[in-house]
């Protein structure tokens, strides 16, 4: 793996995709190739200032970060845009398939566009998503910018990824506000109300207004910070620097605070976890005791011949954690 690590540093955008590729795979050959190759890896680690990006489906984050991505490469940033999509898990799909809406960085040599993965749990796939951004840091990007779809936990799972979360918004007021799943508010370091232009204007005004009094009544994440509430047109570019100057003002504050550092080292522990609950699981469930106990088991539950914590210890019980080979 140190060859492939090599052609990483050195800058080699093959390299880097297929070795995204390596750790997206689920083959356990590819596994262990993989967890090889991060470990080779690490010390390059972590330097990036990672963001994520999240929204409803058409809310405009791909023309987002195509305005903030080709801002940041002009400045002389190197960007990587990642995603999570958990949709795509069920249709083969990909909110970045729509590469159209970032064509000026996808030509762009200072920066990278990788799709979700599309295959798998969203556990999986913002794991996968996760040490793909590692892949990327060690290749010199200094900007990971991870877009989501605000569909299921894939917020939660993005949030527990990045440094600086972003939520962006409609120009609408109202019902619209309460449209918005209050878990999303309270991640939310940054509200970008986007389409702030031509007749949406007025509106977007309003909006920014009546989400920076929502954000008012909510506990923040951190002392040394209160979330902004911002304007902003992807489509005319502007508010675009802005956006990025908050996102660099909360992570001076953040790691003047030590909070950037307890984050992460939290988030590390959470990935761990979230590791051992996959790892375990898909042990259990292919292990051959319970497998065959499987239908059986599940057949009690949804008849209710036996309680579902009951059919749980039946096949906790039958589980021989000694027959597992673990990949490592
Ligand atoms: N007026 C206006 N339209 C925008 C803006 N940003 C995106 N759009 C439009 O909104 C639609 C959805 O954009 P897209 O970036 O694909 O949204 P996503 O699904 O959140 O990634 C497209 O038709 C865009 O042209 C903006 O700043 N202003
Ligand atoms: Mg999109």
Redesign the pocket.
């Known amino acids: 793996m140190t060859g492939l690590a090599d052609e990483i540093r050195s800058g080699d955008r093959r390299a880097l995709a297929r070795a995204i590729t390596l750790v997206e795979s689920s083959l356990e050959d590819h596994r262990r190739e993989a967890d090889a190759l991060l470990a080779n890896i690490l010390p390059l680690t972590g330097g990036s200032t990672r963001v994520g990006i999240s ?1 409803t ?8 970060i195509e305005a903030l991505g080709s801002l940041l490469t002009r400045a002389g940033h190197r960007v990587a845009v990642l995603a999570v999509d958990p949709s795509s898990v069920r249709s083969g799909g990909s ?1 970045l398939g ?1 590469k159209t ?1 970032m064509e000026e960085l996808a030509r762009d040599r200072r920066a990278f566009i990788r799709p979700s993965p599309s295959k798998g749990t969203l556990g999986g796939v913002a794991r996968r998503t996760r040490e793909a951004m590692l892949v990327c840091e060690a290749a010199g990007y200094d900007v990971v910018i991870v877009e989501t779809v605000g569909v299921g936990q894939s917020e939660t799972s993005v949030a527990d990824l990045v440094d600086a979360f972003v939520v962006l918004i409609a120009p609408a007021g109202g019902d619209e506000l309460q449209g918005i799943k209050r878990g999303v508010m309270e991640l939310a370091d940054l509200v970008v109300v ?2 702030a ?2 007749e ?1 204007l007025g509106t977007a005004e309003v909006a920014q207004a009546d989400y920076a009094a929502a954000l008012r009544l909510m506990r923040p994440k951190y002392d040394v910070w209160t979330p902004e509430v911002l304007l902003a ?4 570019r502007m508010g675009i620097a802005e956006v990025w100057d908050a996102v660099i003002r909360h992570r001076r504050a953040l790691e003047e605070s030590g909070d950037l550092l307890r984050n992460r080292e939290r988030q590390a522990l959470a990935w761990m976890w979230s590791e051992v609950d996959e790892r375990l699981r898909g042990a259990l469930r292919n292990a051959r005791e319970v497998s065959r106990l499987l239908p059986a088991v599940e057949a009690d539950v949804r008849t209710g011949a036996c309680t579902p914590s009951a059919g749980a210890q039946r096949l906790l019980r039958a589980f021989d954690p000694e027959s597992v080979t673990w990949v490592d």
């Open positions: 929204g489906p058409g809310v405009g984050k791909s023309t987002f909110i729509d809406r986007n389409k232009d031509g949406l047109s992807s489509k005319e």
